[in-house]
């Protein structure tokens, strides 16, 4: 640190450097492909667990719908005329259709609806009686098999009504429903995918004199590439030359865009404005900000939290219930003097109907869309468990700088003694005289005089003197920027008014007293508001900050924070957090640095603040690219309404298999209300396409 600015040291924490912990350099787009090549198989046979895993594989749950689709096609041509052979359909619509051999067109389009249209389901219970994990297709393979090995024996002289009909309609609906319902969970998965559409596929590579097309994957650090005005940006680098306006809205939340120039950083996927810009790539697509977004979604979702692995559990039940409720029905109708046929027809109506889809998916949908909105509006999920518990907060801890305020020192207040220089004159000769330093003083002095377009002279003979400050000569005159302390005990100095929280910077020209600068870290705009919304939820909000108690109580006060917890050190921050623990508080912490670290891991729930590629702050739970209070407000009330949404699905979910179950059973049927196989499989349709509708209804 520059002598000079000691004393500021004493008056304001600025050892709080923005450090964060490098992001892991995960290939997210190799994880992405490994996907796209999953087992169509696989695929196939439950494409429940596939919904869960958002977006993967595109392509292949795309080719999938086209499966079911032909299937169910294929299926309804065939279904027509094994009704109009059906001896009981043709007594509803009063037919007569006999001819030799009728029973055997009967037996053999039936057996091509079976083997056909079943495919899918036969396939998936045998994948699953493998993995010795019986699911939905179990009780679908099961109910259908076992419609058909009824009819053909009484087709073969056993005693009795075939229902080939009704397994031609049941795997008829079955088809159209999965394919419905594909269509619906795809489009509740597709969100991921569009993350990935982000990322151009080419970019043009500046190389001497020309320009080359080569694609995106190929970028390597130090490439320099050229954006064109409208363009996505291809790649995470910092801009050469050229000035325009980008658009990261979609990675960032951030909706104004925003202005680069020169020395500026761009994130891969952003969308470029009015200008052309040549970028210095700073790492290869597999590093980028939006590929470690991308990898951190996917975590998100195939990551259980405590909500899904109790609604897999459910599933599981649900399933051996269904077994057990229809061999159950099958047994009570047979024993109590009912047609087999009859019985069969309530147990496979039983079966089918209790199939735990909506069950299954309930959770995944919510999971998928959840993870993606919030990712698209900048709240990057890395542990379910602690976004779904971000309903519980009551107690919010901030840390200050960077988080409440922005974090940069900012010149507030310039004052010129001299008659004959204005305040701008005093800033240029500062900026010129701290042009080397990285002072974050300096950085100030310098910001204020670039934004205020100043031309700033050349120095030269800079030099920090111990104890006085920084000295140059600028033209024909020496200029010191001092400390308060060095200028109070040289010079008689005039009041000046500040509210303790700036840092003084006095400027001496040629051994006098010229004016001098105030710095501070301005309270970020959006915070109060924060606060205030915190407070609407009855949050109680703590400041904890290893500044000074002066700089503390004023943020405290003008934010109207229930706390103010200051000059901590690192490990005191982790103490204070386990105290308000202690008093039964559900703490969460937001910190943007290094020495929150301990704290974010002690919390209930951490959030990390930090913008960029800085992305994995790895102790939180959370990470707000923005380093916006307000998106810790949207947090949790997204938390809030994603964890309602997964309770109504479950509701629904099990609500449904409740009422359903003992209608299929056939409880009403001394009054005459009875429901088919295929009334069945409506049904269970129907109450997983709710749940798929009722995910894609969270909004942020």
Known sequence: MDPHHEHHHQQTDHSHDHHHVPASEHHAHEGHQHHQEADHNEMQMDHSSHAGHGAHGGHDHQAMINDFKKRFYVVLVLTVPVMLLSHMIQQWLGLQIDFPGGNYVLFGLSTIIFFYGGWPFLIG??????????????????????????????????????????????????????????????????ELELLVKLMPAEAHLVKGNEILEVKTDSLKPNDIILVKPGEKIAADGVVREGSSYVNESMLTGESKPVEKKAGDKVIAGSINGNGAIHITVSHDSAGSYLSQVIKLVNDAQQAKSGTQLLADKAARWLTLLAIVAGVATFLIWWLTGSSLAFAMERMVTVIVICCPHALGLAIPLVVARSTTIAAQHGLLIKNRTAFENARKIDTLVFDKTGTLTVGKFEVTVMESYMPDRSKEDILALAAAAEQQSEHPIATGIIAKANELNLQIPTASEVQA??????????????????SPAYARDHFQLPPVQTDDTGTLSYVIINEQLAGYLLLSDQIRPESAAAVQSLKADHITTVLLTGDNRKVAAVVGEQLHLDKVIAEVLPHQKLEAIK???????????????????????QADIGIAVGSGSDIAAETAGIVLVNSNPADIVSLIRFGKATYRKMVQNLAWATGYNLIAMPLAAGILAPWGIILSPAAGAVLMTVSTVVVAINAKLLKL
Do not use: C
């Open 125 to 190: 219970w045998a994948q699953e009686m493998k993995q010795r994990n019986p699911g939905m297709m179990t009780l679908i393979g099961f109910a259908i098999t076992v419609a058909f090995v009824y009819s053909v024996a009484t087709l073969f002289g056993l005693k009795g009504m075939d229902f080939f009909w009704e397994l031609a309609t049941l795997i008829l609906i079955m088809l159209l429903g999965h394919w419905i319902e594909m269509s619906a969970v795809a489009g509740a998965g597709r």
């Open 465 to 482: 003197l111990s104890g006085k400050g920084v000295q140059a000569t600028v033209a024909q005159d020496t200029v010191l920027v001092a």
């Open 579 to 601: 105290t308000l623990q202690l008093e039964g508080r559900y703490v969460a912490m937001t910190g943007d640095g290094i020495n929150d670290a301990p704290a974010l891991a």
